[in-house]
């Protein structure tokens, strides 16, 4: 993954929800192009970014069972995203992620950015579980998820 639209955990209740933050910075180059006089991260980054955060909270749940192979979580539809108000830099956005409903290959989740108290965006993402066989991902998803867990008490394990 090229781009991390998260910045860090901050908790998470595997097999119910998880809330993460992404502060946005002049550094983020997509702001130098959108839009040159009024940066304005773009609704799919905010989604991206809810969408990691629901990926993190699906595979914490999902891969408990260290005898099963891990199943990753791939997005297959975007429900009902709506978006109230503008971010750009300087906002620190808390994204939410609740476990809606959970079957044994999908699950939806119920997503939710907000600055401060103000609510920028929100909607449903459904995902695939899907068994992904590459030593590859694996090694890159459990080194991105120590970064983002690094200041929890006690972090999910991850394969």
């Known amino acids: ?38 940066p304005i991260l773009p609704g799919a980054l905010i989604t991206e970014g809810l969408a990691q ?43 939410r992620a609740r476990l809606e409903s959970l079957l044994e290959d999908a699950a939806q989740v119920a997503v939710e950015a907000s600055a401060g108290d103000q609510k920028r965006a929100r909607g449903k993402l459904t995902f695939a579980m899907m068994n992904v066989d590459s030593p590859r991902i694996s090694a890159q998803r459990r080194d991105i998820y120590k970064i983002w867990t690094r200041e929890l008490s006690n972090p999910p394990m991850f394969r």
């Open 1 to 38: 993954m090229r781009y991390f639209l998260v910045d860090k955990i901050l908790s998470i209740e595997v097999g119910r929800e998880a809330v993460g933050l992404k502060c946005v910075t002049l550094t983020d180059d997509i702001l130098h192009d959108h839009f040159p006089d009024l």
């Open 53 to 95: 955060l629901a990926g993190f909270l699906l595979e914490a749940t999902f891969n408990r069972d260290e005898t099963l192979p891990p199943k990753r979580a791939v997005l297959v539809q975007i429900d009902k995203m709506k978006f109230h108000s503008p971010t750009g830099p300087g906002d620190t956005l808390t994204l």
